[in-house]
């Protein structure tokens, strides 16, 4: 059974950091997708990177700021969010696409506030 479990957000002032982990059972991740995406309160859900297949990509709003990374041997992907904004606020949520099928975490909460 695949499993994806966040963790790793909290509040945290303007021009802080903070690092995502995205723990993943059930398939190892180094032979699937995964994606970050993040959704704000009354917004449509955004996507926010992606590593697989030795790429990485960003969206454009965090290109230089955020960086997706992941430890095979722990099975986990992670986030790391620094420079962080206002607008950075939202529910982030990992995904794996794994065998054709798309699996999804329940979310961690940031919050970028002073």
């Known amino acids: 059974q695949v499993q994806l479990v966040e963790s790793g957000g909290g509040l945290v002032q303007p021009g802080g950091s903070l690092r995502l982990s995205c723990a993943a059972s059930?398939?190892?991740?180094?032979?699937?997708?995964m994606k970050w995406y993040r959704q704000a309160p009354q917004k449509a859900r955004e996507w926010v990177a992606t590593?697989?297949?030795?790429?990485?990509f960003y969206a454009d709003s965090v290109k230089g700021r955020f960086t997706i990374s992941r430890d095979n041997t722990k099975n986990t992907v992670f986030l790391q969010m620094n420079r962080l904004k206002p607008e950075d606020t939202a529910v982030y949520s990992c995904?794996?696409?794994?065998?054709?099928?798309?699996?999804w975490g329940q979310g961690t909460q940031v919050t970028v506030s002073s």
């Open positions: 059930g398939f190892t991740i180094s032979t699937g997708v």
């Open positions: 995904t794996a696409a794994v065998l054709g099928n798309n699996y």
């Open positions: 590593t697989g297949g030795g790429f990485t």
